[in-house]
């Protein structure tokens, strides 16, 4: 017998590579006649290119210029739609958009060519905002500047609030958000013989990429080969965005014949990447006297920037979740998504969710304060449990801990004693403490029928050094995928851990098991792997002759064998939705995801009432997941997770100036280091989920949706404002003082 691996805290595979200095990011990777790019730039929000016009005084003829003429295919980035250009050549809607590439044989030397390049323009009227967007100061999207509009609807929630003992409205307000990953974002492209292309880099999805590239250089998609090298962290950021950067540098790389490496600078990467969508949430609720929902309605509007990117299915995210986990016989809610110009918004771990949680979550607050009950009866009375329905009508049958979450982080916090403590203190202190509650849900995997259509493709290969690898372009970026995923297959084939290794996430080596995003790889891929998993133990068992477990201290020598005497095996294996999972995309109805994880925040501050400085003290968060695959690594990614929010939730601003980025670096765009961070206490919740792996569900994005709502509760409670826009920064405060006439 084996020892088991699901559930235990097992060593991260790429750990001491990482911490040894011996992994390969793509800065790292040097290739034979490299040279480095640059992209000249938009520097106006919204215009037409005039004139380009290289400066006679440099040598031009030492380096490569591309334009929009040397693109092989279409000029399009395909990300859902095809509305993104990869260089302009006329109008142009944000700065920062590609005029002109450049290659060098050094990167300085790129960098000074780009400085020799003077681009006119002619200035258009900018949409910077989405009161601009409605104003249609600008037309920049069809016929009203709408990129996407989307509605849920169940019972009749107007007629439901007219009959309300108590109607409370709200108007929650978020901003932008920078994934500030520790390694910018970064890309080699390298012709291959035959017209081919290969790209490896900073990335999360190699397929995306290489569904890019074969649009973009007109290729057939088995002449592309899209690699990750070790990842410095993505958190969504480098989800839609390296297509793009793929696509600047196979131009050059075809251009130049030969390899072309780009890597940004912070600021560059900052100014130009994605970022969460801002958005504004209003909310008309109609309770009865004991807190009991009877109706909601939910207006989500979000900022999309130039070009659609993801957003059709950030807002579509963003709107499911718009109800909080609560129950709610009678919602209306809406959503859309403006065109601006600035840059894209795109993918940031909860994808849509914090934005709509962070809403509902306020709202809870201020409905329990109308009402005069407590923050945490309000949940209570409300919250899903087994058996509810959602508001796209989707029945909740299985693995709902939103209940056992909420119980575990009151008991943990001791939350009714602080709460009675805080009180007492409060009193005779200027600096006021506060609590606050949060409670969420994240649905894991692809919204709707996402993961139908992919169909996540998976595999285990026998290889000759007798070590089984998995076949995943599941990619590792710090959350511990290639770890969990081993640990999965070693379980169910009932091996030891280290017989299990992983294929490097290679377009040209692995099939499609969809993009790591979505908090699905645990769930999805790992699932599939478990099949094949179990299959390939069996195919072991039938050469060995025996159906007893596999010797472990004899299996690298039967995998050997069995390549010797039989050939080649590679095991794939495909996700197949449950059939009972049906969503009408359409009409937003129905089953929007697989299943759901379930979360609780308490966090506690102290508020300076001079200064107004919020000292966040301590977050307890439990988070159900259906079973930890890692414990540790679990509590990694709550305690990430965590944080990322709570500096969204009361520290990051990012401030733009007419379309340009000011918060470009991180002298001036704030996250939290570990002097700000809170203590953070993990609880793992484990109501197991019948589609995934030993009853996992997804997890990387789940704490992404409680700690900014649970800071802000509880700076409300603290100092008895109402802090409706994120991040709550002591000058946001100041401005809510002066509204209430609470200023000393
Ligand atoms: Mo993620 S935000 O779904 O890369």
Known sequence: MVDKCVGESLTRRDALDKVRGAAKYVDDIDLPGMWHGAVVRTQIPHGKIKDVKLDPAFPWDE???????????????????????????????????????????????????????????????????????????????????????????????????????????????????????????????????????????????????????????????????????????????????????????????RKANRPVKIIYERDEDMSVTTKRHPAVVVHRSGVKRDGTILGMEISVEMEAGAYSTLTAVVLSRGLIHATGPYRCENVLANAVAYATNTPPNGAFRGFGAPQTIFAIERHMDRIALALGISPLEIRRKNMFKLGDVTSTGQRLTESVGATKCLDAVIASSDYKKRIVEIAKHNKSSQIKRGLGLSLYWHGAAFTGSGEAKIKAKAGLRLDPDGVIRLLVAATEMGQGAHTVLVQIVADAMGVGFSHIGVETPDTALVPNSGPTVASRTTLVVGSVLDKCARKMKAALQEFIGSEDSLPDDKLSNIVKRYLKERGPLTIVEQFQLPPNIVWDELNHKGDAYPGYSWGADVAEVEVDMTTLDVSMKKIWVACDIGRAINPKLVEGQIEGGTLQSVGYGAMESVIWNDGRLVTNRFQNYIIPTSLDAPEIETIIVEEPFSIGPFGAKGLGELPMNGGAPAIANAIAHATGLDPCSLPVTPEKLLKEMRISGNEK
């Open 63 to 253: 380096v490569c210029v591309a334009d929009a003429r040397d693109i092989p295919g279409r000029n399009c980035v395909a990300i859902i739609e095809e509305d993104l250009p990869l260089i302009i050549t006329d109008e142009f809607k944000h700065i920062g958009e590609a005029v002109l590439l450049i290659a060098a044989p050094t990167r300085e030397m790129a960098l000074r060519a780009r400085d020799h390049v003077k681009v006119s323009c002619r200035k258009l009227e900018p949409v910077l905002t989405i009161e601009d967007a409605k104003a249609m100061r600008s037309k920049i999207r069809g016929a009203d500047n709408i990129f996407f509009k989307y509605k849920i609807e169940c019972g009749d929630a107007s007629k439901a609030i007219k009959k309300a003992d108590l109607i409370v409205e709200g108007r929650y307000e978020v901003g932008h958000q920078e994934h500030a990953y520790i390694e910018p974002n970064g890309i080699i492209a390298a012709p291959r013989d035959g017209g081919g292309i290969e790209i490896v880099g900073s990335l999360q999805c190699p397929f995306y990429i290489s569904k890019a590239m074969a649009i973009l250089m007109n290729l057939p998609e088995d002449k592309i080969s899209v690699r990750q090298a070790t990842v410095g962290g993505a958190f969504g950021g480098k989800e839609d965005y390296p297509s793009l950067l793929a696509g600047y540098a196979a131009v050059l790389a």
